[in-house]
């Protein structure tokens, strides 16, 4: 398994997130992004995970609640990537998907654009 301490996979989902159009980011709302080391037990190979209610879901009843939740894994990452560039680039269609579903992309369409 390839080595990176916890503090560098946060470094590069954060440049992910810079690498995000600020078009897209101005758009984002009530959505909170974290790194966890490992999945739920049932589901070991989960690189991230989208929670929360999608922006095409949100109507006036939406008001008051907690934000929305990204989670990305460092651990599944890095046992699927042998070098340090691929974890870049695996890192980087992980954050982009899971946004993508935080604006109502759902999973069929993510692997249509490459995504999946």
């Known amino acids: 398994m390839l080595e990176m301490t916890r503090e560098e996979f946060e470094e590069l989902v954060a440049e992910a997130l810079d ?3 600020p078009e897209l980011t101005r758009l984002m709302d009530n959505v909170a ?10 589901d070991p190979e989960l690189l991230g995970l989208y ?5 095409t879901d949100r ?5 008051g609640v907690l934000p929305d939740r990204i989670t990305i894994y460092r651990g599944p990452t890095l046992r699927m990537c042998g070098t340090r ?6 890192t980087e269609v992980t954050v982009v998907h899971e946004i993508a579903h935080h604006f109502g992309i ?9 995504y999946g």
Do not use: N, Q
């Open 51 to 55: 929670e929360g209610t999608p922006l």
């Open 19 to 21: 690498r995000i159009p």
């Open 33 to 42: 992004v974290f790194v966890e080391d490992e999945p739920p037990a049932e």
């Open 85 to 90: 560039e691929e974890v870049v680039a695996e």
């Open 59 to 63: 109507g006036e009843w939406y008001a």
């Open 106 to 114: 759902d999973d069929a369409r993510l692997h249509a654009l490459g």
